[in-house]
């Protein structure tokens, strides 16, 4: 089984529409991330959670919103979708810092707003 | 402003080697990683450098060097399943990691 998951894999939807993206693992990690990527861009960090109760802005936090509702589980939402949020997200997870602290990501949820 | 810049593609022979070059400005360095994304896939680890000098993994080899802000990754005897982009991550003085854009790598036959 995986160890980071991400439900849906693929979601089409229109302007104006809430989109919630989820992300699970079996790591038993404290940190996790939420990225987005476009064609000829790196990663780019949209939110991150370092436990339960802690919550941080990325570099494009802006129209975006995030929950950790536990431990293994990091959302995040969009609440009213506009096209060029249309990009491949990614979730990951790291054990801590040092050498440990390798991100392990989830397949990827490919978004497209009409 | 922060910047790592990588060459946008690499062409390479299969049985050949190959080196994709990172250059980094960064606020602060707490090291570099180089991950692997197959096309539509997740990006995986390949190598970590915190020190100068040169880590060998198998094929793959990665080297730093601070005071230059480069680094390298050097994939020997290249085969079909290396064709993917390379991923090149610093993490700066907040921890965080500001990630290159990817250099997509073709292998011919």
């Known amino acids: 089984d995986a160890d980071v998951t991400q439900t849906p894999r693929n979601r089409i939807t229109k302007t104006g529409k809430r989109i919630m993206l989820e992300c699970s693992q079996t790591?038993?990690?404290?940190?996790m991330y939420w990225y987005r990527q476009d064609p000829g861009l790196g990663l780019r960090l949209i939110y991150y959670?370092?436990?339960?109760?802690?919550?941080n802005k990325g570099e494009i936090s802006d129209g975006y919103s995030v929950s950790r509702q536990a431990q293994a589980k990091f959302s995040l939402s969009l609440e009213s979708a506009i096209p060029n949020q249309t990009a491949l997200y990614f979730c990951?997870?790291?054990?801590?810092?040092?050498?440990?602290?390798?991100?392990?990501f989830g397949p990827g949820t490919r978004l497209t707003v009409l | 402003g922060q910047n790592i810049d990588q060459p946008t593609e690499m062409t390479a022979t299969e049985g050949a080697i190959v080196q994709i070059n990172c250059t980094y400005q960064?606020?602060?360095?707490?090291?570099l990683f180089w991950y692997q994304q197959h096309a539509g896939e997740a990006p995986t680890f390949l190598s970590y450098?915190?020190l100068d000098g040169l880590e060998e993994k198998g094929r793959f080899s990665s080297f730093l060097s601070r005071s230059k802000g480069y680094s390298y990754l050097l994939l020997k005897e290249l085969q079909m399943k290396d064709s993917a982009s390379y991923l090149c991550?610093?993490?700066?003085?907040?921890?965080?990691?500001?990630w290159g854009a990817g250099t997509k790598l073709i292998i011919k036959p």
């Open positions: 990951a997870t790291r054990a801590g810092t040092g050498e440990s602290d390798t991100q392990y």
């Open positions: 960064t606020s602060g360095f707490n090291g």
């Open positions: 790591k038993g990690h404290d940190r």
């Open positions: 959670s370092f436990d339960v109760k802690d919550i």
């Open positions: 991550a610093v993490k700066d003085s907040n921890y965080q990691l500001i």
């Open positions: 450098n915190v």
